[in-house]
């Protein structure tokens, strides 16, 4: 199950997973993209099911795992990627419809994915994998704004959580840590950051921006058993930027 499927980095994760030989469930509000995607990938001899919905409904959450054990069987691996935010406001500017909007997609969103796909993978009884998608951001203060700094170091918060909890059970919870990326949305951040005298990849030992597939390819090695003894933690996937 992979969530904000329908561009970027889900998107790139859909191919790779797919590449991989796993069935891949696409969650994503733009019905049409991922309806696109998935058809893309069944026709390349993928198994691939596409499920509009938006992580911040519980609602919406249920029914796309629920449709996932309806058409595969079982949920082994979910990669909770969705996110938002912006850059180029100061804390004192942020409407609170923005931080409303940045908290439910980036925390709420992670949250209401953990609460549903857990059961399913206790019941299974034989464990699995989810992924979270966090930030540089929650590390330290980026240039995005304030309410998405917050957000990202919540993720890496209930990331902890989780894998602590869910351990003994065989569920491994872990957290990308992501540097600038080339998406739409990076791509848009970036130009406020510009604006501001600033650069997303100014602290990255390769300077450069991540392709999606790079962060993806990270995502997949977290899923799969290559990476059964790692729990709880947050793999940084920045080009270097938390090494200096």
Known sequence: MIT???????????????AQGAHVVLMARRAGLIKELADELVADGARALAVPG????????????????RHFGRLDAAFNNAGWGTAGLAVHEVPDAMYDQIMDVNVRGVWNCLRHQIPVMIDQGTGGSIVNTSSTAGRFATGAVAPYVAAKHAVL???????????????????????GTRT??????????????????????QRRLAHPA??????????????SFVTGAEIAVDGGVGAV
């Open 157 to 179: 918060g209930l990331t902890k959580a989780a894998a602590a909890d869910y351990g003994e059970q065989g569920i491994r919870v872990n957290a990308l840590v992501v540097g």
């Open 4 to 18: 904000g499927a329908s561009s970027g980095i889900g998107a790139a994760a859909a191919r790779v997973f797919a």
């Open 184 to 205: 739409p949305l990076m791509e848009q951040g970036a130009d406020l950051l510009e604006a501001a005298g600033r650069h997303s990849g100014a602290r990255a030992i």
């Open 214 to 227: 790079e962060v993806a390819n990270a995502a997949a090695w977290l899923c799969s058993d290559l990476a």
């Open 54 to 69: 938006d992580v911040t409904s519980a609602d919406d959450v249920r029914h796309v795992v629920a449709e996932t054990v």
